[in-house]
């Protein structure tokens, strides 16, 4: 743990390396307890740099020996401060040996090289590398690595590392040796290993340029039934790369390592991915849906890096969404691909919109706020955000929509003309968007360098002699820490306009026919745009497909939306119109339940939800998403003073409602709804489990006999995980007579898998009937391990971040778990209790009463004398902002 004084990196301090490394050859000893690492490295002096010493980072290292061009450095050599080793006069080409111990099954930060399950693991980004050897642990240090491992055969059989295996064989003392060569030169955080027992799936598979490489899937024995989905979807990753893109793989083998303690959800090595094992297991009996398709998204992300972020990386990491923005977009795309229809699309585009609703827009508003591209931190582990990874996404995305697919790529192609084999900025990737295009794209630039969530507002005026339509667009972004005041952003606004009978009228601006769907440029503050040949007054499309990560206000009558929520042709828009419809009658109903008033829901509402149930006409899996409702988080995102528990009342009593009143509907479409037959993944078959179990789900808010008898049913006869998940999950949401026992008979037949107790545990933490009080007994289940993140994740973390009415009890005995599990985590993993911390960070919106219990739990963190720079930070600004 860092117990040294935070000290803030800002983005404008940047100077290049002193010296520029060529080749790196390690040899490492493998022992749990005591590992050797034994580092050569070729060095000469960067130009670029005025610094003339060598400094070299380390944490958690015992130096053992240091040579420089032969010669044994004495301690009077170089000098350690902190973190850094420093080595002066040191002439301009350098050959530094360095030969360092470390302790990998002490390390339960899980960073850098570390023990799990008996297994040697590494995780090197952002900063691991350090941990390992000294080194110039940075991302603009690139050079070519060879790799010799050595460890006992038997407890370790399999050794691997970056890039191509060149040699092996026996020691003779039952050890035995792998030396790996990476061809291409990458930054320190790329650096991987893997020293386990292990078996793997492995398949040849053909390239477009008509090479064979070598793909495997390495997992722990026990687990090989559960790799032929991430094999399938590395496949269909290196294919479309190939197919959109034009890239390739450029190695002769692409390896991939589940782990069941991982920080994060996988990491992208060059040529040796380690994943978290949530990110590869899966088969019918214990994956579902969404665990199928996340495993496509995430091989998909982390293939999809080799480009994006291994062959050109960041020159430093407020850089970081150069590679997590532009990879999540790539994901997405891909993912969207895969499922192959347009209103498959649509729905993967739903669930983007709903994450950043719930997830970034809240990041966007609170005292952790920054930009895509950050200007300063005290630990860079605090910036791998929502707004790093989607918003940047967001970003790339209307690249796409301002210059379209075709200019897009021409924009990729000109990128890695420019920048393969470099560490660059996000700067340069938007001067290769725009020169490859001829556009100016100067002010696009604030949506790398100002934080916040701009407002469009939107009025609309119909002239019926001119048959004009005037849209009239003004911006603005609320003030964020260190950013009171801002410049209007380069916003594409995609606007359609549907007539009476609800098909799209044509589009034509200054002459120009624009078709259905034209993407209007806000830049100015305020702008008008004035529609011709407008036969008739339209109701506006605004936003179409989320064409901007903005706030949209515009004051929609009750009518129009209920026009847009049945008619409009854009899905996402579709989707939108009943969101603000659900929202609006939340809003209301949380402010009787607050004044303890008497709670209804008007036949309105109720019918648009009834007719987009009962159309078949559309996609299960649309009208599974058009039949959510919003979140608690997000409708408490709405109000000046935040009530948990009336919006907890309100919400629960709409659920109550729709289930009474659609009873009849509900039910028909359960039994339409089913999959019989064995068991698939295909984009037909999750809609319609999904609009079948939200059926069910709904049914079980009443809760009526017959609807607990379902859930009962499907628990017991469900032949998949999903189903399975789904009818345990209504039973414990309905507080069933039945719940206890279903949970009992799941626990007993998964136990052994590990991934399924972690269903197990979360789902219960998010019932509303979970209290402090329980999730204190489950801690003391033999099950539950403090050390394992994924553990950590599914009842604690699941627990502070998704039970509401619970974590933010009356009388602070949320808060007060909350800080007392901050602290016990930070000792063992910071990044884990770091992730944590941000579920107080805006305690501020809260009642004065809980106000009270929140920041007295935050000082209670933030008084710990031993603290991570990784927590203190995020205390800190929760309590100074």
């Known amino acids: 743990m860092r117990t040294d004084t935070p000290q803030t990196i800002y983005r404008k301090d940047y100077t290049p390396p002193s010296y520029l490394v060529d080749t790196v050859e390690l040899g490492f000893d493998l022992d749990p307890a005591r590992t050797i690492v034994a580092n050569r490295l070729t060095m000469r002096r960067n130009p670029a740099s005025a610094q003339r010493e060598i400094e070299l980072y380390g944490e958690e290292l015992e130096l053992v020996a240091l040579r420089l061009n032969g010669k044994t450095l004495g301690k009077r050599d170089y000098r350690i401060e902190g973190n850094l080793l420093r080595i002066a006069h040191a002439p301009e080409e350098v050959t530094l040996e360095i030969e360092t111990l470390c302790a990998p099954e002490k390390n339960t930060a899980l960073s850098g090289l570390y023990v799990s399950n008996g297994n040697f693991i590494t995780q090197c980004e952002a900063e691991g590398f350090r941990r390992i050897t000294y080194f110039p642990d940075r991302p603009d240090v690139m050079a070519r690595y060879t790799v010799m491992l050595r460890a006992d055969k038997e407890r370790f059989p399999v050794l691997l590392s970056n890039g191509n295996l060149v040699e092996e064989g026996e020691l003779g003392d039952g050890r035995h040796y792998a030396k790996w060569e990476d061809p291409f030169p990458k930054p320190s955080y790329l650096f991987a290993l893997v020293a386990a027992k292990l078996v793997c799936q492995e398949e040849k598979f053909q390239l477009a340029d008509g090479r064979e490489a070598l793909l495997q899937v390495w997992v722990e024995e026990g687990n090989l039934d559960k790799t032929d989905h991430a094999m399938q979807s590395l496949k269909r990753s290196i294919r479309w790369d190939e197919e959109r893109y034009g890239l390739e793989l450029d190695l002769d083998r692409f390896m991939i390592v589940a782990t069941g303690d991982f920080n994060m959800g996988a990491m992208e090595n060059k040529g040796l991915n380690i994943f978290n094992t949530k990110y590869v297991l899966a088969n019918p009996r214990v994956a579902t849906d969404v665990d199928f398709q996340g495993i496509e998204a995430v091989v998909g992300h982390e293939y999809f890096h080799n480009w994006t ?464 009080a329980k999730v204190r007994k489950l801690m003391k289940h033999p099950a539950f391990n403090m050390r394992n993140p994924n553990r950590v994740r599914s009842l604690i973390s699941s627990f502070c971040a998704a039970n509401p009415v619970q974590f933010h009890a009356a009388d602070g005995s949320g808060y007060a778990f909350w800080a007392e599990q901050v602290i016990a985590l930070d000792a063992l993993n910071p990044q884990i209790a770091s992730r944590l911390s941000r579920a107080m960070d805006r305690w501020r919106r809260y009642t004065p009463e809980l106000q009270a219990y929140m920041k007295q739990a935050l000082e209670k963190v933030a008084g710990q004398t031993k603290l991570s720079n990784d927590v203190r930070e995020v205390v800190s600004k929760a309590l100074s902002n």
């Not at 470099?422 to 001829?438: H, I, L, P, T």
């Not at 899905?571 to 939340?586: C, K």
């Not at 609009?691 to 049913?713: D, H, R, S």
């Open 309 to 772: 972020g291994n062959r050109v990386t960041c020159r430093d990491w407020f850089q970081l969404s150069l590679k997590e923005g532009l990879t999540v977009f790539r994901d997405q795309e891909f993912s969207g691909d895969m499922i192959g229809t347009s209103s498959g699309r649509a729905v993967n585009r739903i669930d983007q919109v709903r994450t950043l609703r719930q997830v970034q827009f809240p990041e966007d508003a609170g005292p952790m706020a920054h930009p895509v591209r950050p200007d300063s931190f005290v630990e860079i582990n605090n910036f791998y955000t929502v707004t790093v990874y989607e918003k940047g996404a967001e970003v790339v995305r209307m690249y796409q929509t301002l210059l379209g697919r075709e200019g897009f790529r021409k924009g990729m192609d000109l990128y890695f003309e420019r920048h393969d084999g470099q560490a660059v900025e996000c700067d340069d990737f938007r001067s290769a968007m725009a020169d490859a295009n001829g556009r100016n794209l100067d002010q696009f630039e604030r949506w790398y360098s100002q934080s916040g969530t701009p407002v469009v507002q939107a009025e609309g005026r119909y002239d019926e002699s001119a048959r004009t339509y005037t849209l009239k667009l003004s911006q603005s972004c609320p003030p964020t820490p260190g950013q009171p005041d801002k410049l209007p952003f380069h916003i594409p606004v995609a606007v359609g306009l549907l007539g009476a009978s609800g098909r799209d009228l044509p589009l034509t601006i200054d002459g120009k026919e624009l078709g259905t769907t034209a993407v209007l440029e806000l830049t100015e503050s305020e702008q008008n745009f004035v529609f011709s040949g407008v036969a008739e007054s339209p109701t506006p499309s605004l936003l179409r497909d989320f064409s901007a990560p903005v706030v949209l206000k515009y004051g929609y009558s009750d009518a129009e939306l209920l026009h847009l929520f049945s008619h409009d042709s854009d899905p996402v828009n579709r989707w939108e119109a009943g969101q603000r419809l659900s929202m609006e009658r939340l809003l209301k109903l949380t402010e009787v339940a607050a004044a303890g008033g008497e709670l209804s829901l008007d036949d309105t509402f109720v019918e648009a939800m009834r007719k987009i149930l009962t159309d078949d006409t559309l996609d299960p899996a649309f009208r599974e998403q058009a039949l959510l409702l919003p979140s608690e988080s997000m409708i408490a995102d709405q109000m000046d003073v935040v009530q948990p528990l009336p919006i907890h009342t309100a919400r629960q009593f709409m659920r109550a409602e729709i289930g009474a009143r659609l009873h009849n509907e509900l039910l028909a479409t359960y039994r339409s709804q089913q999959t019989p037959g064995e068991y698939s993944a295909d984009a037909e078959s999750i809609g319609r489990r999904a609009l079948k179990n939200l059926a069910l789900a709904y049914l079980g808010a009443t809760p009526a006999e017959q609807a607990l008898a379902l859930a009962q049913e499907q628990f017991s006869n469900a032949t998949n995980m999903t189903d399975r998940v789904a009818a345990l999950g209504a039973l414990i949401h309905a507080n069933a007579p039945a719940a206890p026992d279903a949970l009992n008979r799941f626990y007993d037949e998964f136990e052994d898998e590990a991934l399924v107790i972690d269903k197990w545990f979360a789902m219960q933490a998010t019932a509303a009937t979970t209290d402090v």
